[in-house]
């Protein structure tokens, strides 16, 4: 698989995390109180994000230079804090980061796929 193929899945995965967030979210009638104090809730927010920032990783860097808008390192540097600090995770990041930037990521990963993939065609 070249690298143009794996960005397109890689970009098709961190788009189905983005809406698995959202759907948590309501599903579980998570709050932000709630994910402060709900192990349950903070799983299953966690996760997704965790698999974005590791999806992230594997963008090749001519995709990242293109698509320079998103914070890409930031990103994978969540993950990186979620993976390696669990006890010291900031729920109120995790908060803003699945009700602000995920939407944002979201909307931007299905513009970038989309032109990337006419790129391609």
Known sequence: MGKRERDIQVLQ?????CCQVDETIRLLNITQQSLETEFLHQNALTMP???IGELAKHLSDSFIQEFDEMPWQSIRGLRNRVDHVYEEIDY???WYTATQDIPMLKDYTEKALKCFEQKTM
Not at 13 to 17: Q, T, V
């Open 49 to 51: 994000i965790f698999q």
């Open 13 to 17: 995965h961190i788009i189905r995390y």
């Open 92 to 94: 109120e990041i995790i």
